[in-house]
């Protein structure tokens, strides 16, 4: 059976000439479906790049990137995205950019109207479906950014800091929800973090990338049973998979 992404010897490097800056690469890997992998780098290693890249944004200097065996050669419109800042238009309510998401994609808002109402309740806004944006704190919004990324029943999810600028407490009760739904549905998700323990607590792998330009340095299986809870992370086994990520950062000086 295929990987369901493929990286094969992928490099970015942006302009040309003596000016040119070597962002990432090269890198081969390879995600199995349903698998949850983070991202796990330095600040400017080219997460985000790559990110680009698999969603078909950016193209690849050199190299092939594959989903489902077919090569990615420009947007995707059958993967979930979502970004530190989320996409949410100001004049639709919550249930209205949900409802886009469909729209966009030629389907209709009646016929999913049972999966947007699981969705907002599985992340507690079922109250809120008719605020709109402006209404709502960073944490909802995110929220409701990811029922957006969602709605669609992608199988591939690429979440690139989405938790970036949330406070600790919400950071963590959004973590738990999406744990939730990706146990519930597992979609394969790609998810850029500069944190240990999320990228721990959540992935079935996580990619621990060198600066820039980004390489592979080590991918750590992370083998604990879900849902990981607030408990699991005082076990010995999360504990140990957190000090070997630091033990490598501080092998490059980044920690
Ligand atoms: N469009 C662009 N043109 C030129 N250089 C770029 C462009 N986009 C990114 N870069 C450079 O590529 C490198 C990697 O950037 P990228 O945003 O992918 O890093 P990152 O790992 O996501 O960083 P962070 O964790 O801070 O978000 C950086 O040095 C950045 O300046």
């Known amino acids: 059976m295929n990987p369901l992404i493929e990286l094969t010897g992928v490099q970015k490097v942006f302009g040309a000439g003596p000016g040119a800056l070597h962002a990432f690469g090269p890198v081969d890997m390879k995600i199995e479906k349903g698998e949850f992998v983070s991202l796990l780098g330095p ?18 200097t050199e190299g092939r990137i594959a989903i489902d065996g077919r090569t ?27 409802e886009l998401q469909l729209e966009l994609r030629g389907l209709s808002p009646a016929a999913h109207r049972a999966s947007v109402d699981e969705l907002l309740s599985s992340v507690h806004l079922e ?8 209404e709502l704190s960073g944490g909802m919004q995110q929220r409701a950014a ?12 690429l979440l690139d800091e989405p938790l970036g600028k949330l406070d600790a407490m919400t950071r963590e009760a959004i973590r738990t929800d999406l744990q939730a739904l990706w146990m519930q549905r597992h979609p394969t998700v790609v998810f850029v973090t500069h944190s240990i323990e999320e990228a721990i607590q959540l992935s079935t792998h996580v990619a621990i990338i060198t600066p820039r330009p980004g390489r592979i340095e080590r991918i750590i299986s992370v083998d604990l049973p879900y849902p990981r809870d607030f408990e699991v992370k005082s076990s010995p086994q999360f504990i140990g998979y957190v000090r070997q990520a630091h033990e490598i950062f501080r092998g490059y000086g980044v920690l």
Not at 44 to 58: D, F, H, N, Y
Not at 77 to 91: H, K, R, S, Y
Not at 146 to 157: E, S
């Open 146 to 157: 990811f029922c957006q990324a969602l709605v669609h029943q992608p199988a591939t999810m």
């Open 127 to 134: 109250e809120f479906q008719q605020r709109y944006p402006h």
């Open 72 to 98: 990615v050669i420009g947007p995707q419109t059958d993967i979930g995205i979502m970004f530190q800042d989320n996409t949410l238009v100001p004049w639709r309510t919550v249930r209205g950019n949900i």
């Open 43 to 60: 600040s400017g290693c080219g997460k985000s790049t790559l990110m680009l890249m698999i969603a078909g944004l950016l193209d690849a």
